[in-house]
């Protein structure tokens, strides 16, 4: 068990969600967050707090972050609902290795992989690396399905409205008008 840490979010501060203008949007590699299970944690903002703070401890620095989303859970919207963001990280880490770390942290906030689509604690997708598109050794990049959940599309048009799928070839704002997955998805204040 990991332990808590006090946001910025629970002080009362709402997240930076601008991206530094000087920020190369084609080597952007942009992580996705999402919990429908808050643990042992008091909420789920709570889990994924902590879970950002964890990053550095993995070589894993947050440059930019989208405001928290919530949607109801897909496919089965009786579960949990979700709550998601996106974040744009560097780090030295390779694709492989940066999902090797995304996985450590998983395991330290209890994710059980029992069936899919289930609840989960935390939940950590590498959304992009840069412009790398394809099969990386059983790594599919950009991620297979993100072009079509608003819950994915809609914080990263929120902080990097520029940024241009790699293989899409359409900016996150076209995206997410156009997502069919979570059209409830919606950020929160």
């Known amino acids: 068990m990991v332990e808590a840490v006090e946001s910025d979010e629970e002080k009362g501060v709402r997240p930076d969600v601008r991206i530094d203008d000087g920020l190369d949007l084609n080597g952007a590699v942009i992580v996705a967050l999402g919990c429908n299970d808050k643990g042992a944690w008091s909420s789920c903002r709570e889990a ?7 990053f550095r401890c993995e070589g894993i ?8 989303w919530s949607s109801l859970a897909w496919p089965y919207p009786t ?26 942290i998983e395991d330290a906030f209890g994710r ?23 099969d990386l050794n059983g790594l599919i990049l950009p991620h297979p399905r993100a072009a079509e959940r608003r819950f994915v599309m809609g914080p990263i048009a929120e902080i990097a409205a520029d940024w241009r799928h790699p293989t899409v070839q359409s900016d996150a704002g076209a ?15």
Do not use: C, K
């Not at 620095?61 to 928290?68: F, K, L, Y």
């Not at 059980?112 to 394809?134: C, E, F, K, M, V």
């Not at 995206?175 to 204040?189: C, E, F, K, Q, Y």
């Open 79 to 104: 579960d949990p609902p979700f709550l998601n963001g996106v974040v744009v990280v560097r780090t030295e880490h390779d694709p492989h290795a940066l999902m090797a770390a995304l996985g450590r």
């Open 112 to 134: 059980q992989r029992s069936t899919r689509n289930a609840p989960r604690t935390l939940d950590l997708d590498l959304i992009a690396y840069g412009r790398l598109s394809g």
């Open 61 to 68: 620095d947050v440059v930019a972050r989208s405001s928290w």
């Open 48 to 54: 994924l707090e902590a879970a950002l703070a964890r």
């Open 175 to 189: 995206m997410r008008d156009a997502a069919t997955v979570g059209r409830d998805a919606h950020p929160l204040d």
